[in-house]
Structure formats: structure tokens, C-alpha cells
């Protein structure tokens, strides 16, 4: 008897440190803390000679005329120092690259946002659950409603992220950017990113 009572004494503190270390696991993989700097846009966009037809876009809306629709505010944005799309620490709105068409114009118009950000969810985090075939809508500052409709989803190592996609010349689309997959931490970036491609309705 008093043996069992030792070996319960001992597993019993085994478990719950267990369980502690696996629910610290799932807070860390859901939010990576503000110390983390993660680039979204690592390649350099291709700048196009556009003419802007559209009025600048104001907002993105993900379920849009649902009682679940989330509503992005749209800020434009340029390129950093290293010429890359300039993506600032805030989620509290996405980015649209503003040298590039504006959304429903001629070209690849790009917008990215974080997945998280000092703790907390970004907007964009919804492109891991986003669904082919549903539909989006882009407010622009005439309040004007344009509606896109997904046409691809895909993931792609962050290290590989393929040129093509920043082309802002090629196409009639809205591509979409956010981070996915595991935090590297040596690396300070997630390892992929999750891509979007809307087409107008």
C-alpha cells in the first residue's frame, strides 16, 4: 500500500507539469510575442506603371452580408529600405501596396497583413481557414463595393516564396499575403506563407 501511494505521490506531479508544458505549446503556436520581427512581403514587388481607374481601396470585408463578417481597414503602404513591400507592426489593419493597381483595376493588386502580432490575432490569420469559391468584398474610399471570389489558396515555404506573385504587371487579380505554419523563433519568421488569389465577380 504504501508503495502504490509513493508511485501516485510521484506521477501524479509528472502529469500536471505535462499538461502545463503542452498548454504553453498551444499559446505559443496560436501568438508569438511583440520581441518578434517576421517579414510577410520578403520579395521586392515589381512596380508597375498603372493607371489608376478605381479610387484607393478603404476595407476588405471576409464574409461579407453575414452576421460573421470580418471587417479589415486598408492602409496603403510602399517599400522599406531593402525595396521591400513595407508591412508596419500593427494589426490592426492590412496593407495595400499603393504603386501597385488598386483592387478591380488592371494588374496584380497586393494586400498583406499579419497573422499575429505582440499576442494577439491579426485579420489575416483568417486566410489559413479562407475557402475556395467564397466571397470577398473591397470597399474603396468612394465607398464604392466591389466583389471578388477566391480562386486559389496555397502555402509556400517562405524561403521559396515565388517571384511571380509580386508582379504587380501581370494579371487582373488581388493577391492576398499572410504568415503561416510554425514559428521559427531562430529565425524570427513563420515558415511559410499563406496566399490568396481573388478574381472579380
Known sequence: MNKRKIITFMVIPI????????????????????????EIAAEVPVKAEVEKTSAAPKSIIFQPDTDKQIVN????????????????DDISKVYWYKFGPTPGDKGNAIIAGHRDWGGKLGMFQ????????EKVAIIDTDNKKTVFKVVSKNSYPYKKFPNKLMDTTKGQQVTLISCTGVFIRSEESYANREVVILKKV
Open 126 to 133: 483568417y486566410l489559413e481557414t479562407i475557402e475556395v469559391g
Open 15 to 38: 502529469l500536471v507539469i505535462a499538461a502545463l508544458v503542452y498548454t504553453y505549446q498551444i499559446k505559443t503556436n496560436a501568438t508569438i510575442s511583440s520581441t518578434n520581427r517576421e
Open 73 to 88: 481597414p486598408i492602409a496603403p503602404v510602399g517599400t522599406d529600405q531593402e525595396g521591400r513591400m513595407y508591412v508596419p
